[in-house]
Nanobody, 119 residues
């Protein structure tokens, strides 16, 4: 199983970015997918988790601004990030797991993509 995250970059506050996570080696449509982020000096935190039945959880810090979607035909999950804030600056990681436990651990991780939001 491989996950490749990309699409990060530098954006001004209020701007938008779309992250992508391409998955291979798994039955994509049946896996629970998630995005996490880790800012310098902070612990990794959950941004959003998306289960195969469509159940989705967003952290309060991104609710209403970020949207996760799944492109089954391309084995890709997307994270659309709007109204970005400087506090969204972090390395963003995608993750996948075969378990459907919404807040369960993730077995597979991508390499991370840097998002920097300037004020």
């Amino acid at each position: 199983v491989q996950l490749q995250a990309y699409g990060g970059g530098l954006v001004q506050a209020g701007g938008s970015l779309r992250l992508s996570c391409a998955a291979s080696g798994l039955t994509f449509s049946t896996y629970r997918m998630g995005w996490f982020r880790q800012a310098p000096g902070k612990e990794r935190e959950l941004v959003v988790v998306f289960r195969s039945d469509g159940t989705t959880y967003y952290s309060n810090s991104v609710k209403g601004r970020f949207t996760i979607s799944r492109g089954n035909a391309r084995n890709t999950v997307y994270l659309q990030m709007n109204s970005l804030k400087p506090e969204d600056t972090a390395v963003y990681y995608c993750a996948a797991d075969a378990s459907d436990i919404l807040f369960g651990p993730f077995k597979y991780w991508g390499q991370g993509t840097q998002v920097t939001v300037s004020s």
